[in-house]
């Protein structure tokens, strides 16, 4: 009985993400890279930090019993520990910043016993904040990469449990309705992108194998990674949409997009080529009545031409604009019928084309019919 009671001690946590983070619950999605366990956890976590940049790389929750968490880093790179409610630093490397810095670090703040490693700027750079108890108050482990280049970081971590434990754990957020639409959106855009960056769904598998894991027997991208594959870091009412779009695609909610779930989100823009043929006679039409030739077109829209390739596909929606304000033209449909090389640029003969591709008629009569030719006469 005392073997039993021995054996049933510890409480199992959840299942597991791909890289070994607690899964959020199917109503929510994570938002964190380390999603909090009531009954505690270590692990570390890898990703990339922008370039000359500083931003929140995990918030942690009030309740957070016996917290060590680090950096190690082959750029300098500084961890900050921030307690927002107060607006101060709680560890900061600048004496000015903070009461536990490089030249103090070790103090206490709101009863919480706080160690901090000390400012290293030698790579590889290693620094870790510890924090001893039960913290009564949220904080943000804030990271300055000061590279010219984004660079990785690794995060390790270890804390005992979160008291009291909340719910949706902590670095989940609840997946609305709202929220889920905006994740529709999200991926739609994101697969536009991709489908006018590579030429199918395989390639575009293939163009990122490098932020591609093993799990398992399963290859795909985890939640860390997609992040670099959406490609920005846009938010919508406190939303970041690539958080939500890893959601939307991760049908199974194991953490991990396998190659079936990435083709399936590549495939969610769908491209109608009779409307794109008539948005983009639409725009010629514009263009002919803008400029009577194709030279004064293609030199009025020069500040587009961004590349020897001519215009990049962000920029068409401009050009777009540039010869019809009313925004009814598709600017995305146009550009994929007009970029028949693939290669995510309009060059000067694709533009020629579009230009062309409206057929003025011949000589109207004055109430705005074409005219009979003259050993005629008009019977309609």
Known sequence: AEFETCYALYEKPGPHSADGMTLCPNTTYRVAHIVF???GASG?????VPAKKMEIAQE??????????????????DIFLYDAKAKKYVVHYSKNQATI????RTGTYEGVEVTFSGDDRTSPVTETVALKGTLPFACSLQLQNYA????????????????PCPSPPPGCAMYTEHVS?????????????????????EVAWEAWSGQMAMVGKDEGIMWASFRKVFGNDTQVSDVTLWMVAFRYLDTDNNGLIVQSEFESGY???????TAATQYTLMLSTSMQVTYTTVEEAWASVQTYVTSESGIFWQDWDEVCKQFSSSGDIDWKASFMYLDLDHNGYISQAEFETCYALYEKPGPHSADGMTLCPNTTYRVA
């Open 37 to 39: 366990d009531c009954n």
């Open 44 to 48: 570390s976590q890898s990703f990339l």
């Open 60 to 77: 942690i929750p009030k309740g957070a019993v016996d917290l060590q968490v680090g950096i190690t880093a082959n750029v300098d790179m």
């Open 101 to 104: 810095n490089d030249k103090s």
């Open 148 to 163: 010219d280049d984004e660079a990785e970081a690794t995060m390790t971590f270890s804390y005992a449990g979160v008291d």
């Open 181 to 201: 639409e905006l994740a529709y959106e999200a991926i739609l855009e994101w697969s536009y992108a991709q489908q006018v960056t590579y030429i199918s769904a």
């Open 267 to 273: 495939r969610a823009y769908a491209y109608d080529a």
